[in-house]
């Protein structure tokens, strides 16, 4: 966001480290901050102040900074050598206010940000973990005051890019629909295509968010959506049949009055293909177009409801992405089978590939669970029945729990079958009875003809060590001359390291080097490992990248990509086995023919 892109960095400076340690254990000897780089420290001759509120914190030491002027401090200890704790405080080192404690952010590291006053001395305490000491890094950064604090000075958005932001320093202009959501920052979006579709998302951001999105004018606004947790602890909205031309607002602010930095990604979406898929959302209210197997006696059989759904036993409450409805299904321990939702589909070049979205949940701790269950899409000849092609989307293992996956969105490629008419069906294979109750969604089922989704997805990913399939996809544009392609690699482990890769050339190479994952690209393979390329997965299980076109990385050097020129890209990421030892994985691939 330009408006905040300009950043004042502070430094705990201190004259040496073993003074340092000695000179500030208590709050009355903090060590000023001063304008510098990042500073080393050392906690292993500190003693504890008091009690920490989070974390356990244990021996610390104090430092000090006076805002040079409104707006926000970020304070992180990213990159230390042990397990950190850090919290800010107001007030003075007799009368302290606690503003942020924070464990753990940048892997096993500490980072908090807080709005601040001009002139206002601010203190800071590092510790570690659980009373842990040791050696680390530590330094602050001061944002300026906001530019866009109410809906009159929303800033614009555009589809696809990816804008920075920090909620710290802002004010609430008025109450919210959910969350709490507290103090707000506004960005504002005009639709492009009319019937089309908006995503609004803040997933990968610092703090846990809440959006809600309005249209009308900023003295007489509509709210048409607000949300919490949608992406763990991050917001997502989705809106259908947006008016082009029409201004939509986004206000963006923080569950129960959280403040801090993070990323918004709005993703404008032509109207699906008429024709491609009857009743894709069951807005009929039944299953109307489909044919559907199920199980012989299902606790809860493939049915269409509203919101709000539910199986009980602790699993999620059915939320449609699209329209009012969605189908779910539920079982407690029926089984062995297959449930399939099928319809036959006839191909042209506009109408792939065929997107959906998903959500599930799953208890198979029971010790006799053996069998990993999976949910396919599996496209035949629909005359013969022959398997034509086969996608795993996602595998429950065994012994393993997750009672909800959240939404996802994925899609499967249709192109070997333009001119076709074939049978695709959703399919969910339960292996063995008695192995634990399970239930899922699905809805919006789409054939988009364009929009924001770039490219073709290609090469079947191996399930990770969350049941799941990393999944690639791309927003912005295939334009060669816009230069706005965003890489996002989604359903990845948490916190876990990554990057991305590309070649003009594909593969699908088995456990390369021990990997547990494929390699979907072959030839001269570049990777995408600059200053700030290699992205952690954080609490959101997702790293993204905005490409620079003309700086595309190649074993012996960057080329630009040339317009004609095809381009194919995969994430690479850390992962780890079932029984805990390291080892990684990759998403599947990613197809982009650059115009």
Not at 15 to 35: F, I, N, P
Not at 124 to 129: D, E, L, Q, T
Not at 278 to 300: H, I, K, R, Y
Not at 377 to 392: C, K
């Amino acid at each position: 966001m330009s408006a905040r892109s300009s950043l004042l960095t502070v430094t705990l400076s201190l004259c040496s480290l073993g003074r340092a340690t000695a000179q500030s254990d208590e709050c009355t000897t903090a060590v000023a901050l001063t304008l510098g780089q990042p500073t080393p420290f050392s906690t292993l001759a500190a003693t504890t102040s008091f009690v920490w509120p989070c974390a356990a914190g244990g021996a610390d030491i104090w430092f000090q900074v006076t805002a040079p002027a409104a707006g926000g401090l970020l304070v992180t200890a990213c990159g230390s050598a042990y397990d950190t704790a850090l919290e800010a405080f107001s007030g003075t080192c007799a009368s302290l206010v606690s503003i942020a404690c924070n464990d753990d952010f940048c892997s096993l590291q500490s980072s908090l940000s807080f709005p601040v006053t001009a002139g206002t001395t601010y203190y800071v305490r590092v510790g570690g973990f659980t009373g842990l000491s040791g050696n680390g890094t530590i330094m602050a950064t001061h944002t300026p005051p906001l530019t866009n604090d109410e809906c009159s000075t929303a800033i614009p958005i555009q589809n696809g890019a990816l804008a920075a932001f920090d909620t710290n320093g802002a004010t609430t202009s008025f109450p919210w629909l959910c969350a709490v959501g507290g103090n707000d920052i506004w960005f504002r979006y005009i639709g492009v295509a009319q019937g089309g579709s908006l995503r609004i998302e803040t997933c990968g951001s610092h703090f846990d968010t809440a959006l809600e999105v309005f249209d009308g004018t900023c003295a007489s606004l509509n709210s048409l959506a607000c949300n919490d947790d949608q992406c763990l602890l991050q917001s997502q909205i989705q809106l259908a049949n947006i008016t082009a031309g029409s201004t939509y607002y986004i206000r963006v602010g923080g569950s129960s009055n959280q403040t801090g930095p993070g990323t918004l990604l709005v993703t404008e979406s032509q109207a699906p293909v008429q024709g491609c898929v009857l009743n894709p959302g069951f807005e009929t209210g039944d299953l109307a177009g489909w044919s559907v197997t199920d199980l012989q006696v299902p606790s809860l059989p493939l049915q269409v409801v509203g919101a709000g759904h539910s199986l009980g036993l602790g699993f999620f409450s059915s939320e449609p992405t699209e329209g009012s409805r969605a189908a779910v299904h539920g079982f407690e321990g029926n089984g062995p089978g297959v449930i399939r939702l099928a319809q036959d589909i006839t191909v042209n070049s506009g109408l792939t590939p065929l997107s959906f979205d998903y959500r599930a949940g799953w208890d198979m701790t029971l010790p006799w669970s053996t069998l990993d269950r999976t949910f396919d899409v599996v496209v035949r000849n629909p005359v013969t029945g022959t398997v034509l092609q086969s996608t795993r989307i996602l595998t429950a293992f065994a012994l393993s729990s997750n009672f909800d996956t959240g939404s996802l969105t994925d899609n499967v490629d249709l192109s070997l079958f333009i001119g076709q008419t074939v049978n695709v069906s959703f399919e969910w294979t339960i292996w063995e009875s008695f192995t634990g109750p399970g239930y899922f969604q699905l809805d919006n089922i789409t054939c988009p003809s364009g929009g924001g989704g770039v490219g073709t997805n290609y090469c079947q990913a191996n399930a990770n060590s969350t049941g799941m399939t990393s999944h690639l996809r791309a927003v912005g544009s295939a334009l060669t001359a816009a230069n706005a392609v965003t890489l996002m690699a989604e359903r990845l482990p948490l916190n876990a390291f990554g990057y991305f890769l590309t070649s003009n050339t594909q593969a699908a190479v088995p456990n390369p080097g021990g990997s547990a994952g494929v390699l979907c690209l072959g030839g001269q393979v570049g990777r995408y490992v600059g200053p700030g390329q290699i992205r952690n997965s954080g609490l959101t299980g997702a790293i993204s990248l905005v490409l620079d076109l003309t700086r595309t990385p190649t074993p012996v050097g960057f080329v630009s990509v040339m317009v004609g020129e095809t381009r194919n890209f995969q994430a690479w990421h850390r992962d780890s086995t079932a029984g805990g030892v390291a080892t990684s994985n990759f998403t599947d691939g990613l197809r982009v023919t650059f115009l």
